[in-house]
């Protein structure tokens, strides 16, 4: 294009033009988070062999036309996966894997620990039904009541066994589910790095690899890192959002869970198989909002929740193991029901929390990085364009660039990852399937952690509970997330130019560069 040598220099600084479209950020991270994990080869005493220039082939304008459109229709394919964040969307769900992979051993565990400590109790209530060991008693009374505590023991341990059994096959559930996915984007990732190859090659043949402006190099910078911030934002959103799904359902379950303690109360003491059937289903309930409390928090492991945190779960998966322990006194049942309601409001004020972040940090961050994005990427079109129209020549009418459209990404599947029961239906609270709404009875008011009893239910569309929480502190990390963000940009940016000399004997592929970075 009539440049010198040492501006031809500057200007192959990427790869080509339509080439160095704003998807090679993404990849870039990908390919490096890939290759960080593979064992770096030592080193031999050879030279590496000088690159070998390719020779290209002249086409006539009506091949290169016949090339181009095939390019913009590929260019059509990618933007369509590009909407899906594939890259750091598949990170978020491998990191996500790993963190599972540590929860299940723990679980399985935890469950061994239980089947042991039946195994134990079970023996020690076989024993004292032997006749020598009851000689050991002075009377029947004393014997009874021992015997009675034995067996109460026996039953808390089953319970618990049951519990841990139920957490052990959810996380086993969730694991398998979540590979399955995994295994999906990553071969939706090999798709779009094919039509990324192909892109290229095409790109090759027109152009050999020889041409560019500082002007489109420079608008590609910006947008690749406009492009990574905004994504990046995307991607918190994306985790934020499927964190708040699992509280709704958390907080559904933990509300049913309170309405059917509550009615077990009703129960005449001698239906036990009654009280037994609603005990079994709080317990299931509570089991199941435990855990997709526990999975909102696995979704934002740098973030510590205000409220329901780790030690207030614990607490409440203890209570579960107890659950047919309390339900035969009055006394425990009520303090029973005091802890599970207490975290059901809780659970609310966190959902409020999420709705908080979500609308007044994140969506303003998103907002403002896709108002910076969009004339930036408008003007590389415009650039990429011109230069097309001039590597031609002759009447482009027929020829567009195609503006990007970029979907939304997907939230969670309900049945992969939200630990569901059936029967959330009910008066007082969870989830009426009919009218579609969240229902928390007894709504409170929540000030720095402190919870006020207002005695009202709450219904509608959304909820209403009065919500005044400082999130200072969340917005402060928030920022330094972004800085670091900035900050890496920069020391790629510095990286790169570091290592253009190297690169400037071959006008490499998107691929290629990336494995070799």
Same mark, same amino acid.
């Given at each position: 294009?009539?440049?010198?040598? +040492? ?24 390919? /490096? ?20 220039? $390719? ?14 459109k095939r390019y913009l229709s590929i260019q059509k394919e990618i933007h369509e996966w590009e909407g899906k964040n594939l890259p ?5 769900? $491998? ?5 599972? =992979? *540590? ?18 109790? $079970? ?14 008693? /002075? ?12 067996? *109460? ?22 694991? /398998? ?25 095409? =790109? ?40 708040k799904i699992l509280l709704q359902h958390a907080c559904n379950q933990l509300g049913y869970a309170v309405k059917r303690w509550q ?54 998966? !203890? ?71 001039? !590597? ?14 970029? +979907? ?51 219904? +509608? ?40 000399? *190297?690169?400037?004997? *071959? ?11």
């Amino acid at each position: 294009m009539g440049c010198t040598v +040492g501006k031809e220099e500057f200007i192959m600084k990427k790869s080509d033009t339509t080439k160095h479209d704003s998807d090679s950020k993404q990849k870039k991270n990908h390919h /490096k988070e890939e290759k960080s994990t593979q064992p770096v080869p030592m080193q031999g005493a050879q030279t590496v062999p000088p690159i070998q220039e $390719k020779k290209h082939v002249d086409l006539s304008d009506g091949d290169i036309k016949k090339r181009l459109k095939r390019y913009l229709s590929i260019q059509k394919e990618i933007h369509e996966w590009e909407g899906k964040n594939l890259p750091k969307n598949l990170q978020a769900k $491998k990191e996500e894997s790993a963190h599972l =992979l *540590e929860t299940l051993a723990e679980s399985e565990k935890s469950y061994q620990a239980a089947c042991d400590k039946v195994a134990k109790v $079970k023996a020690d209530v076989d024993k004292m039904k032997n006749p020598s060991v009851k000689a050991f008693f /002075k009377d029947q009374k004393e014997f009874d009541e021992k015997m009675s505590k034995e067996q *109460e023991e026996l039953l808390e341990a089953v319970s618990e066994q049951e519990v841990a059994k139920k957490q052990l096959e959810g996380i086993q559930n969730q694991k /398998k589910a979540l590979d399955k996915e995994i295994h999906d984007k990553t071969g939706d990732l090999n798709k779009l790095m094919a039509l990324y190859d192909e892109q290229d090659k095409i =790109l090759n043949d027109i152009f050999k690899g020889k041409y560019g402006s500082a002007l489109e190099n420079t608008l590609e910078e910006e947008v690749d890192q406009l492009l990574d911030r905004k994504e990046r934002i995307g991607m918190a959103k994306y985790k934020w959002s499927n964190g708040k799904i699992l509280l709704q359902h958390a907080c559904n379950q933990l509300g049913y869970a309170v309405k059917r303690w509550q009615d077990l109360m009703q129960v005449p003491g001698n239906n036990m198989q009654v009280k037994y059937q609603l005990a079994t289903e709080t317990r299931n309930n509570l089991i199941a909002a435990s855990q997709n409390i526990t999975t909102a928090q696995r979704y934002l492991n740098n973030i510590k929740f205000p409220y329901c945190e780790p030690e207030e779960i614990d607490t409440l998966n !203890r209570a579960c193991s107890n659950i047919y322990i309390d339900m035969q006194s009055q006394d425990r049942h009520q303090h029973a029901l005091q802890c599970y309601s207490v975290t059901h409001k809780r659970c609310g004020a966190l959902l409020q929390w999420f709705d908080s972040v979500i609308d007044n940090t994140i969506e303003k961050d998103l907002a403002k990085a896709k108002a910076e994005l969009s004339p930036k990427e408008h003007e590389l079109r415009k650039e990429r364009l011109r230069l097309i129209k001039e !590597r031609i020549g002759g009447d482009t009418s027929d020829i567009k660039i195609p503006e990007k459209g970029r +979907g939304k990404l997907p939230l969670i599947k309900l049945n992969e990852f939200i630990y569901f029961i059936s029967h959330v239906h009910c008066d007082g609270g969870g989830l009426n399937k009919t009218t579609k709404y969240i229902t928390m009875p007894n709504a409170v008011i929540f000030q720095n952690k402190t919870i006020v009893s207002t005695g009202k239910t709450v219904t +509608g569309k959304c909820i209403k509970i009065k919500y005044v929480c400082n999130i200072e502190q969340l917005k402060k990390q928030h920022e330094q997330e972004m800085a670091q963000i900035e900050k890496a940009q920069e020391t790629n940016k510095a990286r790169i130019e570091q290592g253009l000399q *190297e690169k400037l004997r *071959e006008r490499r592929t998107k691929r290629s560069r990336l494995q070799e970075e």
